[in-house]
C-alpha cells in the first residue's frame, strides 16, 4: 500500500475563529492568540475530519502562519511543517529545514528590495491598518517574508477597495509579485514565495523516503489551488473561498 499525505492548509481549514463558525455547539479550542485567549475553534465535523484524516495518512500543515503562530495551534502533527505561505519549512523533528531555508534566502533576499517598496502604499491604507512583519525563523532579524495588512473592524470591504485602488496599481508596476486577499486579510507576496513551491520541495524528499506516494492538498483559499492542483487529490471545505470560486460556481 502506498503512504499517504495530506498537505492541509489550517486557518479556514480546519479550524476558524468564532465568528466564522456556522453554529455554537460543541466547538472546541483549536489555536490561541499570543496572550493565550483563544483564537479558533473546531467543529465536531472538523475534529472527525482530522480523525479520519490522521488515521493512516501523514497531515502535513501547510500554512501562511508564522513559526510562532503556528507552535499555539493545538492539533496534533508529527511530520514535515510548511510555514510563511511556504517560505519556512520544518523537518519531522522540529528542525528548519536548512537547505529550503538557503534557497529562500536566496530569493527573498532578491525579492526584498521591491517589496519594500511595497510599504508605500501604507501611507494610503488609512489609520488603525496593521502592516506586521512575519520573519523568518533563524533568519536575520528583518529579514521580511510577506508584507499583510488586516482591517481592525474586520470591514473586509475596506480591504477589497484597498487591493483596488492602492495595491492592484503597485502590482501592475511589479511584475515579480501577486496579492492574496480573503476575508480580513490581504497580503502582497513575491511570488517566488509560494505553497506549491514548499509542496513540491517536500513531496520530492518524501518520494525519496519512501519511493512513490498519494498526495492529498486541502485548503479554503485561491491561493490554497496551486499547491492542491499538484497533489493527486483535492479536497475543499463547503463555504469557502475555494468552494465559492470552483465547486459552487458549475
Ligand atoms: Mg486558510
Not at 467543529?43 to 501523514?58: L, N, Y
Not at 528542525?95 to 530569493?107: L, S
Not at 474586520?154 to 511589479?174: M, N, S
Request: proline content about 5%; charged content about 25%; overall charge positive.
Amino acid at each position: 500500500m502506498l503512504k499517504k499525505f495530506l498537505f492541509a492548509d489550517l486557518d479556514d481549514t480546519l479550524f476558524q475563529t468564532l465568528e466564522k463558525c456556522a453554529g455554537r455547539a460543541e466547538l472546541e479550542p483549536a489555536a490561541y492568540y499570543s496572550d493565550g485567549s483563544i483564537c479558533s475553534y473546531t467543529t465536531p465535523a472538523q475534529r472527525a475530519f482530522f480523525a479520519f484524516a490522521s488515521e493512516g495518512t501523514t497531515v502535513i500543515p501547510t500554512t501562511a502562519r508564522s513559526l510562532d503562530a503556528f507552535r499555539r495551534v493545538d492539533l496534533g502533527f508529527s511530520s514535515y511543517v510548511i510555514l510563511n505561505f511556504g517560505g519556512v519549512i520544518l523537518l519531522p523533528d522540529g528542525a528548519i529545514d536548512r537547505e529550503w531555508q538557503a534557497q529562500m534566502h536566496g530569493q527573498m533576499t532578491t525579492a526584498l528590495p521591491g517589496s519594500a517598496g511595497a510599504g508605500r502604499p501604507r501611507r494610503r491604507l488609512g489609520r488603525g491598518l496593521r502592516l506586521p512583519w512575519p520573519r523568518a525563523p533563524g533568519g536575520r532579524r528583518g529579514h521580511a517574508v510577506f508584507r499583510g495588512a488586516q482591517d481592525p473592524d474586520k470591514d473586509h470591504d475596506t480591504l477589497a477597495r484597498i487591493e483596488r485602488e492602492v495595491v492592484q496599481p503597485w502590482l501592475d508596476a511589479h511584475a515579480g509579485y501577486c496579492v492574496h486577499r480573503n476575508g480580513n486579510n490581504l497580503a502582497i507576496l513575491p511570488r517566488s514565495l509560494d505553497k506549491a513551491h514548499a509542496v513540491a520541495h517536500v513531496t520530492e524528499r518524501l518520494r525519496r523516503e519512501h519511493g512513490e506516494i498519494v498526495t492529498f492538498g486541502m485548503g479554503d483559499s485561491r491561493s490554497d489551488a496551486r499547491f492542491m492542483a499538484d497533489c493527486d487529490y483535492a479536497i475543499v471545505p463547503r463555504g469557502t473561498q475555494l468552494s465559492r470560486l470552483t465547486l459552487e460556481a458549475l
